[in-house]
Nanobody, 115 residues
Framework: QVQLVESGGGLVQAGGSLRLSCVAS????????MGWYRQAPGIQREMVAL???????NYADSVKGRFTISRDNAKNTMYLQMNSLKPEDTAVYYC?????????WGKGTLVTVSS
C-alpha cells in the first residue's frame, strides 16, 4: 500500500505561482511513474504532468512551458511548480503513483485561480 498526501493548493490571482507537493509513504520502494492530474467541475480528470523514476517528464500541452514537475526520491516527495497560472487551471489537483502495477491516488488539493 502507498499513501499519498498533497499540499500547497490555494487561491491565487491569474499570473501568479503555486508549488504543489505530494509526499508518499508506505510501501514506496517500488514506486515507478508518478504524476499530477486535475479535475475541474463537470470535466473528466486529465493528466497534467508525469515523471518516471529516472526523471523523464511529460506534460499536457495546456501546461507546457508554465508547469514543472520534479521529484526528490530521497524525500519521497514529488512537486509541481505552477507559474503563469490561468483561471482555466482552476481544479482539484491529484497526486498519482504506480507501484507493482497498481495506481494510487491522493485525496487532492484545490487550486483556484482568480481573474
Amino acid at each position: 500500500q502507498v499513501q499519498l498526501v498533497e499540499s500547497g493548493g490555494g487561491l491565487v490571482q491569474a499570473g501568479g505561482s503555486l508549488r504543489l507537493s505530494c509526499v508518499a509513504s508506505g510501501s514506496i520502494f517500488n514506486i515507478g511513474r508518478m504524476g499530477w492530474y486535475r479535475q475541474a467541475p463537470g470535466i473528466q480528470r486529465e493528466m497534467v504532468a508525469l515523471i518516471t523514476s529516472g526523471g523523464s517528464t511529460n506534460y499536457a500541452d495546456s501546461v507546457k512551458g508554465r508547469f514543472t514537475i520534479s521529484r526528490d526520491n530521497a524525500k519521497n516527495t514529488m512537486y509541481l511548480q505552477m507559474n503563469s497560472l490561468k483561471p482555466e487551471d482552476t481544479a482539484v489537483y491529484y497526486c498519482n503513483a504506480i507501484s507493482f502495477g497498481i495506481d494510487y491516488w491522493g485525496k487532492g488539493t484545490l487550486v483556484t485561480v482568480s481573474s
